[in-house]
């Protein structure tokens, strides 16, 4: 089951890394997800990462701000997001889904989801 840290306050223009960790051996098995919900808004895909490390794909209102990374030999993912803006305040929730080419961006891909965690860009 993943698990997101690293949400806070944060003014516009400026950064955090969240972080997703998953108990086991088999989280190098896995393409991670980060999707993001906002309140009165659905669920959004934002970035995935494939098990390998190298096939990304971001959501293009974040392309050029966030960067997705991962670690297998400590079972972390990463979500750098940098420039942000208050219309990325959500929560923000960590899934692991099926090891396939292409990458896949849709939330029934993803098998296990994290409990998210808030964040929030003021103005």
């Known amino acids: 089951q993943p698990a997101e840290s690293g949400g806070t306050l944060v003014q516009t223009g400026g950064s955090l890394r969240l972080s997703c960790t998953a108990s086991?051996?088999?989280?190098?098995?896995?393409?991670i997800g980060w999707f993001r919900q906002a309140p009165g808004k659905e669920r959004e895909f934002v970035a995935a990462?494939?098990?390998?490390?190298?096939?990304?794909v971001l959501t293009n209102s974040v392309k050029g701000r966030f960067t997705i990374s991962r670690d297998n030999a400590k079972n972390m993912a990463y979500l750098q997001m940098d420039a942000l803006k208050p219309e990325d305040t959500a929560v923000y929730y960590c899934a692991a889904g099926r090891a396939v080419i292409p990458v896949k961006i849709d939330a029934y891909e993803f098998d296990f989801w994290g409990q998210g965690t808030q964040v929030t860009v003021s103005s």
């Open positions: 086991g051996p088999t989280f190098g098995n896995y393409n």
């Open positions: 990462i494939a098990w390998t490390g190298d096939r990304t």
